[in-house]
């Protein structure tokens, strides 16, 4: 096992593979001047003050006082380099076309009458046009699972898709599109199986209209609460009606399927130093074969890309799809800049104790997980791609905000990477987890499905992790595999992405 990973030639400093005490000899020449956490950093060589502190191969910042070689590199040492500029960033550079020869052609799922991506399970799913209907239908949807469901064997579940908006919002602000599409793209989301059915107050600003379109608006598939005369006609209405669809979505069939039928996702949390070193270039080996395969992949989360955006930029196919990645940083950088932050507002407490000292360090890792594709398209937050490939989705990078706008985009299942460990899942999709330590997987040995801590230590490679992760991203597509979120039910809550006025 080694002590110790060095990235590329060019870093000048390397991070520990666990716990090491002061006084090591960690590599030829190199006794380690301090206590250092796994994961952490320490420095190959003397660094001046104002040096640069390089790993990936990139300017993670600049050392505020001098560091000695063998010291440990803590979060307090650094001063940020300014993000990169979006301006004329230079796009088709860095186009690959020699991927990984994806081993499977194929996976079994729910093919889809609109054209779109197919579904990865199938599920009733049970729109809502605002927070007011959640109390009743939670209580339908129970009653839904015990009395009804297990008649119509070939559905998977039955889920409310409940959320915050709908009223006291403003409605027509320009940044409501965002929420709005949200809500309208979930409701198409390829699990549902092309059935809408929409349970709505009544008198609230997000009309059934607005959610699914005036032809959809029928007493076949909307119940309104305020239409019903009391609780036992409104649960008579829901479960009426989630009985009609239940049986037309139990006519659906598992088929075998070409990879370009598939949309994954793939998100990260809870980040460590060694997220960028195993868990996400394992993934991003996947998505590679996935591309590979004639799969759609897509990777998101505005600020743990920012600082790497002219390396996205390089890999874009066109100045269309640079151009659209350029604005949406704009668009971000200025939300950002209103709230008085900017993206050094990111990294966690547990991202630092994980070794991650900076925005910087964390967003290399980060977009380890795209792999190495070409980008062939770059969507707004909930936006449904057109393309086919490797595709950024620009959405908030918290966990619980990026996972709706995915769905919003329509993916099948997620990969969510974890360093430090989070027991994340859906409800409209499965989410397997890929920790990127050992001691991770031994921590949550029934929530984590697989493990890249081996690429850490050196037993194994990236490519041999990213078969693992690429063969369990199909097994799960194909209802073959259930990942531990999905077996447990660990649902997160829908935070749906609402940058615009609440009144
Ligand atoms: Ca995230």
């Known amino acids: 096992m080694r002590d110790y990973v060095k990235l590329t030639e060019r870093d000048n400093v390397a991070v520990v593979t666990h716990d090491t005490k002061a006084g090591v000899e960690i590599m030829p020449g190199i006794i380690t001047l301090d206590e250092i956490p796994q994961a952490h950093k320490f420095a190959l060589v003397d660094i001046p003050k104002n040096g640069e502190i390089i790993r990936y191969g990139v300017v993670l910042g600049y050392a505020l006082d001098e560091i000695k070689k063998g010291a440990w590199i803590n979060e307090h040492m650094l001063r940020l380099p300014v993000s990169p500029s ?3 960033m230079p796009f088709g550079v860095n186009i690959r076309r020699d991927l990984p020869e994806a081993p499977r052609k194929t996976f079994l799922g729910y093919k889809n009458p609109d054209g779109f991506y197919a579904g990865t399970r199938n599920i009733l799913g049970i729109q809502t046009t605002v927070q007011c209907v959640q109390g009743v239908l939670d209580v339908a949807v129970e009653r839904i699972k015990k009395e009804l469901l ?13 959320h915050a ?45 607005m959610l699914v379109g005036e032809e959809n608006n029928t007493p076949d598939n909307v119940v309104v609460l305020q239409d019903c005369k009391g609780f036992e006609a409104m649960m008579n209405a829901i479960m009426s009606m989630a009985e009609k669809k239940l049986q037309i979505l139990n006519q659906r069939r598992r088929e075998e399927l070409p990879l370009s039928e598939l949309l994954i996702g793939m998100q990260c949390g809870g980040s460590d130093a060694f997220s960028g070193v195993s868990a996400n270039p394992s993934a991003g080996y996947a998505a590679d074969m996935l591309v590979q395969g004639g799969a759609t992949v897509m990777f998101s989360e ?18 269309e799809v640079r151009d659209k990645l350029a604005n949406e940083m704009r668009w971000y950088d200025e939300y950002l800049r209103e709230g008085e932050v900017d993206r050094s507002a990111n990294p966690t407490p547990g991202n630092k104790k994980g070794g991650l000292s900076n925005i910087v360090e964390k967003a290399m890792g980060s977009i380890a997980k ?9 969507l707004s937050p ?4 057109t393309k086919h490939g490797m595709i950024y989705a620009a959405t908030p990078a918290s966990d619980i905000v990026c996972g709706p706008c995915q769905l919003a985009s329509g993916i099948g299942l997620q990969v969510f990477m ?6 994340y899942g859906l409800a409209i999709a499965p989410v397997i987890k890929v920790c990127s330590r050992n001691e991770m997987k031994e921590q949550w040995p029934d929530i984590i499905d697989i493990s890249a801590g081996s690429v850490v230590t050196g037993e194994k490679n990236i490519s041999d992790v990213g078969t693992e992760i690429f063969n369990f991203i199909l097994d799960v597509a194909s209802g073959i595999k259930k990942p531990y979120a999905e077996k447990y039910n660990l649902h997160n809550y829908l935070c749906i992405f609402n940058p615009a006025p609440i009144t």
């Open 418 to 423: 974890t360093g430090r460990g989070t027991p």
């Open 370 to 378: 795209s792999g190495t594709s070409p980008i062939v398209e770059v």
């Open 86 to 88: 979006v301006d004329n």
């Open 165 to 209: 908006y709908g009223c006291g919002v403003a409605i027509k602000a320009p940044n409501a599109k965002f929420p709005i599409r949200a809500l309208q793209n979930i409701a198409r989301h390829p699990n549902f199986g092309g059935q809408l059915m929409v349970v709505s107050l009544g008198c609230e600003k997000l009309t059934v209209d």
């Open 382 to 385: 909930a936006e449904r791609p």
């Open 302 to 319: 505005v600020t743990e890309v920012r600082d790497g955006v002219h390396l996205i930029a390089e890999r874009c196919i066109n100045s």
């Open 150 to 162: 297990p008649k119509y064997p070939n559905v998977d579940d039955v889920t409310a898709v409940t």
